[in-house]
């Protein structure tokens, strides 16, 4: 007798978990958060700040990124953000190493401390005219200002990803990466730039996001035609163009990349609301067929 009490207690159990099981192995994580780059949020309409992180977040973008100018406006661009009812993903700022600086530069070192205690990723592009583009040789003056930057930013408690940039030292996802691994900061990462990519290798997606793996902290997308060869071509905006951005998506997933993703409209024009719009439902479409998911 117990024994038939305990299996007509443990069957209805095993058979719930019997039938949830296929259907909890298949469902798949929500896609990563698409973030408005301040590329493509302003026009004769929204050609304020303030109007722009309404637009980002009537839209439902999940947040905004925006470009550093003077650090003593940060706390201003911080609260027009929080009013607005968004955040401030990133904050897009330059490290020029031409110079053989020692430290991290003053406007820098004042952006990380504006930005102590938020979610806020600072988004670097590095130049260095004394070097060729990717020459590992600018590695020595980079590694020790990058990272004195990192922990800066650890202090502050935020994070630092590498932003590669066609025509500049850092020029490719796999020097960002080899840069975090030199820095060795758990807070310093690198970024997939879709169009960067695109301009200056477009070959073996899967080769340099394995390359980038773990460091990959942020990635951008945008339309694009496949072959593209000035930024007219390739950076349009998301469902637009010659190029599938699904594989791109699926890459991304395969690396386990969860981190937010930029929409990238650099030089798009137009209206700004019209091609939020377009980007957004696009993005709704490669997340529905994906599982996951771009200056």
């Given amino acids: 007798m117990p024994n038939l009490i305990f299996w007509r ?40 700040l303030g109007e722009q992180l309404r637009l980002v977040k009537e839209l439902g973008c999940a947040g905004f990124g925006g470009t550093l100018q003077d650090p003593a406006a940060l706390p201003a661009l911080l609260a027009k953000a929080a009013q607005a009812g968004t955040k401030l993903t990133t904050l897009y ?18 952006a990380v401390a504006a930005l102590r205690g938020q979610e806020t990723i600072l988004w670097l592009t590095v130049q260095n005219s004394k070097v060729a583009a990717s020459a590992p040789a600018g ?20 994070r630092v990803a590498l932003y590669p940039h066609t025509g500049l030292w850092v020029e490719r996802a796999e020097d960002a990466a080899r840069l975090a691994n030199a820095v060795n900061r758990p ?3 690198a970024t997939f730039n879709l169009c960067h990519w ?6 073996d997606l899967d080769a340099t996001l394995r390359t980038v793996g773990a460091r990959l902290m942020v990635a951008t997308v945008n339309g694009a035609d496949r072959d593209g060869q000035d930024w007219r071509h390739l950076i349009q ?8 951005v699904r594989p791109v998506m ?38 529905e067929g994906a599982g996951t998911g771009g200056r």
């Fill in 9 to 48: 207690r443990v069957l209805p159990l095993l058979a719930v978990v019997w039938l949830l099981g296929p259907a909890a192995a298949s469902a798949k994580p929500p896609p990563p958060a698409l973030f408005a780059m301040d590329t493509g949020t302003r026009d004769a309409a929204h050609s304020t």
């Fill in 93 to 110: 700022a330059g490290l020029d190493l031409s110079a053989a600086p020692t430290n991290v530069p003053a406007n820098l070192a004042a």
């Fill in 139 to 158: 590695d020595a003056v980079a590694v020790p200002v990058l990272r004195q930057l990192a922990d800066l930013a650890a202090a502050a408690g935020i």
């Fill in 187 to 189: 807070n310093l990462g």
């Fill in 198 to 203: 695109l301009k200056v290798d477009g070959r």
């Fill in 237 to 244: 905006p998301l469902g637009r163009g010659t190029y599938d």
């Fill in 250 to 287: 699926a890459a991304l997933d395969r690396i386990g990349f969860t981190g937010p993703v930029g929409l990238q409209l650099y030089g798009v024009g137009g209206n700004a609301e019209e091609n939020l719009r377009a980007s957004l439902a696009a993005w709704r479409e490669l997340g």
